[in-house]
């Protein structure tokens, strides 16, 4: 069985060929960051444009390294949400053609459960067995939230345990960056400035409580904190002894959304010990698990509580088709008439698309 899968709900257009049993045969990512760098983030007619342009030369470039042809594909799976509307109907519009060209099944996938899975891939051979439970930690541009995953037989049990209140931790990350004048996307803009940095106790960036007591995430404190910090140290400036200075900020403050994103996974996971069939492994995912500090702070948190640790390999964090072919072998009732799918801008997880 060989299954296309087809990923634009950002400013990524992606195709990638997988064999049944998970092995990636392609993985082919064209990135539009240098289209939208000018302007400091996404503009979405600019990426439904640029998809437009990708999607079939890189379908025909995919098949071609995976050495096979349309005909020899058994299904489709393509981002149907959530994402930007114009990007979306672009895979999904591709991927209804192929599908009902040539009359094979059509999966339209939830681009978080995309991600959730992701860190299950090889670069090479078969994808690692699937657990029957799974914590996820997803952190990317537009999301940030922590999932107690169940698979067996059919669809994959996903529950959302918690969510952003206001910003994604990649979207706090981006934003924090242009102000201090670094290039989009910021993620690794701070990682690479941090490096040279270290935390410094001058920068007050506390894990955010609620008063309910509620293990939701929330960044737009933490970015107002940052500005205001960047802003008095005149990290929007160039100067003297900037770099050294901004270096430290990096540090600070990359360091400050990886402590919230632990707590709460401490907070959440722990919140599960009364359970029999606690989960044994603990995942990573999403844009933002490119960041090594992050992968690093996880791996220590699994240690710690005797947890299997998956860290997906840096090709399957950013978007990409991989992840959505993978996603829909396992959930083989995803498959739907192609002429029914749909391309949705919200989309919930765990439901049917
Ligand atoms: O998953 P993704 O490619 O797109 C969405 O679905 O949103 O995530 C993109 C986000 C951006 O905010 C980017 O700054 C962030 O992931 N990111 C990083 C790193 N690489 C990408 N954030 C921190 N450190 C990185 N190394
Ligand atoms: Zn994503």
Same mark, same amino acid.
């Given at each position: 069985m060989l299954i296309l899968g087809i990923e634009t709900s950002c400013d990524e257009t992606s195709v990638a060929i997988l064999d049944g049993d998970g092995s990636v045969r392609a993985n082919l990512i064209s990135s539009q960051i240098e289209r939208h760098r000018p302007y400091g983030g996404v503009v979405p007619e600019i990426a439904s444009r640029e998809h437009l342009e990708q999607m079939l030369p890189l379908t025909a470039a995919a098949l071609s390294k995976a050495g096979v042809g349309l005909d020899q594909i058994s299904m489709i799976a393509v981002t149907a949400g959530p994402g930007l509307i114009g990007s979306l109907l672009v895979g999904v519009a591709a991927a209804q053609g192929i599908a009902y060209g040539r009359g094979i099944g059509l999966a339209g996938i939830n681009h978080l459960e995309g991600h959730i899975f992701s860190p299950y891939l090889r670069k090479a051979g078969p994808a690692i067995p699937v657990p029957s439970r799974f914590l996820s930690l997803v952190v990317s541009g537009g999301h940030s939230s922590i999932y107690d995953v169940r698979c067996g037989s059919g669809q994959p049990q996903i529950v959302m345990k918690n969510r952003t209140?206001?910003?994604? %931790?990649? #979207?706090?990350?981006?934003?924090?960056?242009?102000?201090?004048?670094? +290039?989009?996307?910021?993620? &690794?803009?701070?990682?690479?400035?941090?490096?040279?940095?270290?935390?410094? /106790?001058?920068?007050?960036?506390?894990?955010?409580?609620?008063?309910?007591? /509620?293990?939701?995430?929330?960044?737009?404190?933490?970015?107002?904190?940052?500005?205001?910090?960047?802003?008095?140290?005149?990290?929007? =400036? /160039? *100067?003297?002894?900037?770099?050294?200075?901004?270096?430290?900020?990096?540090? $600070?403050? +990359?360091?400050?959304?990886?402590?919230?994103?632990?707590?709460?996974?401490?907070?959440?996971?722990?919140?599960? =010990?009364?359970?029999?069939?606690?989960? @044994?492994?603990?995942?990573?995912?999403? *844009?933002? %698990?490119?960041?090594?500090?992050?992968?690093?702070?996880?791996?220590?948190?699994?240690? #710690?509580?005797?947890?299997?640790? !998956?860290? &997906?390999? !840096? #090709?399957?964090?950013?978007?990409?088709?991989?992840?959505? %072919?993978?996603? @829909?072998? +396992?959930?083989? /009732?995803?498959?739907?008439? &192609?002429?029914?799918?749909?391309?949705? $801008?919200?989309?919930?997880?765990?439901?049917?698309?």
């Open positions: 209140r206001d910003d994604a %931790a990649g #979207e706090v990350f981006d934003k924090v960056a242009k102000f201090v004048g670094l +290039q989009y996307p910021g993620g &690794p803009e701070v990682e690479k400035c941090a490096r040279g940095g270290s935390v410094d /106790s001058r920068y007050d960036f506390a894990i955010p409580r609620f008063k309910d007591d /509620s293990p939701d995430f929330s960044f737009s404190g933490l970015k107002a904190n940052a500005i205001r910090a960047a802003r008095s140290q005149e990290l929007d =400036k /160039s *100067g003297d002894s900037r770099d050294l200075r901004l270096a430290d900020f990096c540090a $600070s403050f +990359q360091s400050a959304i990886c402590d919230q994103l632990v707590d709460r996974l401490d907070r959440i996971w722990d919140s599960m =010990k009364h359970e029999a069939d606690r989960p @044994a492994e603990v995942v990573l995912a999403g *844009g933002v %698990a490119a960041n090594t500090a992050l992968r690093n702070r996880v791996t220590t948190f699994g240690q #710690e509580r005797d947890l299997i640790v !998956r860290l &997906p390999d !840096r #090709e399957f964090c950013t978007d990409n088709g991989a992840m959505i %072919a993978f996603a @829909a072998l +396992q959930n083989a /009732s995803m498959v739907t008439d &192609p002429r029914r799918l749909t391309a949705r $801008s919200r989309m919930a997880v765990g439901l049917p698309g």
